[in-house]
Nanobody, 125 residues
Framework: QVQLVESGGGLVQAGDSLRLSCAAS????????MGWFRQGPGKEREFVAAISWSGANTYYADSVKGRFTISRNNAKNTVYLQMNSLKPEDTAVYYC??????????????????WGQGTQVTVSS
């Protein structure tokens, strides 16, 4: 099994930047694809970004493309989400998730087996 713990959320102003971290532990977490999801007030949980086990392949939701960057450091068992040019509509609880299907990247939340507790990101105008 895999354990995930997010950190780095907080309250920022529109246009600011924030970096989220997800610390992973388990037998072989570095071989898992990783994803970031978010859930805003009254909304369904939505896909944000995903990264392959090697870090060579990434995929982003259209709403964050060009502003957010997902990366990973397998030596540190950590996945990051760098968020730039933040907008009020980015306000949500952000979750990291692990997917053992390393052959491809998936966008459905139900495809991910392990989840962190989430970290709150609030962007004010």
């Amino acid at each position: 099994q895999v354990q995930l713990v997010e950190s780095g959320g907080g309250l920022v102003q529109a246009g600011d930047s924030l970096r989220l971290s997800c610390a992973a532990s388990g037998r072989t977490p570095s071989t898992y694809a990783m994803g970031w999801f978010r859930q805003g007030p009254g909304k369904e949980r939505e896909f944000v970004a995903a990264i392959s086990w090697s870090g060579a392949n990434t995929y982003y939701a259209d709403s964050v493309k060009g502003r957010f960057t997902i990366s990973r450091n397998n030596a540190k068992n950590t996945v990051y989400l760098q968020m730039n040019s933040l907008k009020p509509e980015d306000t949500a609880v952000y979750y990291c998730a692990a997917d053992p299907a390393t052959w491809g990247l998936r966008v459905a939340a139900a495809s991910y087996d392990y989840w962190g507790q989430g970290t709150q990101v609030t962007v004010s105008s």
